[in-house]
């Protein structure tokens, strides 16, 4: 693995980024994997979940109380720090840059949503390149599956719920069906494979 400017320690994590998407039957597969997490997780964690625009959000909340993480509401020019999940509001993309930071935008509708998973997954492709893992989980429609392509084209990991486990199969089936898919697991086996990526060092 290489890439400039990331993690030229030696020893220092492969990884230095988590992106999770989910929408329909979210919050509870969510919930599932960040249960998984250490609280020393060594990476930020970005979330986006399509959530109803019209209302104020208590999904941090609600994930607080099955994680060790810290979880929080993301928002405009923040730096992101490890250990901590950064859920994107309703209502506005989320992306990172290349130092880290995030941005909320409230740009157009991507493939109808709002927040987009493909944006986020294409920042963070961009930013952290072979150092990024993205997540795709249960959900209707097809986000995600061209920001996956984007992380794979930048040697990045890609996760997704095997369909056959999704409650909602329409987001992990067009993510698997782009053969960008490093892994297809079960929800019950997608958070230790995580805490396991991310406790390997980086050897280069």
Same mark, same amino acid.
């Given at each position: 693995m290489s890439s400039p400017g990331q993690g030229d320690q030696l020893g220092a994590p492969a990884y230095a =980024? *988590? $992106? =999770? $998407? #989910? #929408? $329909? &039957? &979210? =919050? #509870? $597969? *969510?919930r599932a994997v960040l249960s998984s997490f250490t609280g020393d997780f060594p990476a930020p964690v970005l979330l986006v979940q399509h959530l109803d625009p019209r209302h104020e959000t208590i999904l941090p909340s609600v994930l607080s109380r099955k994680t060790s993480l810290k979880v929080k509401l993301a928002e405009d020019r923040e730096e992101i720090l490890p250990g901590v999940a950064y859920v994107a509001p309703p209502n506005r993309h989320l992306l990172v840059g290349r130092g880290g930071v995030l941005s909320l935008t409230e740009t157009e509708l991507v493939h109808f949503v709002r927040p987009s998973a493909d944006l986020l997954f294409e920042s963070v492709a961009a930013s952290f390149a072979d150092r990024a893992v993205a997540v795709v989980l249960t959900g209707s429609g097809t986000d995600g599956a061209m920001g996956v392509r984007a992380v794979k084209d930048r040697n990045g990991t890609v996760i997704v719920q095997d369909p056959d486990d999704a409650e909602f199969t329409g987001m992990p089936r067009a993510a698997m069906e782009t053969n960008a898919a490093d892994f297809v697991l079960t929800l019950a086996e997608i958070g230790p494979v995580i805490q396991r990526l991310f406790e390997t060092e980086d050897h280069r």
């Open positions: =980024i *988590l $992106a =999770i $998407a #989910s #929408s $329909a &039957g &979210g =919050i #509870s $597969a *969510l």
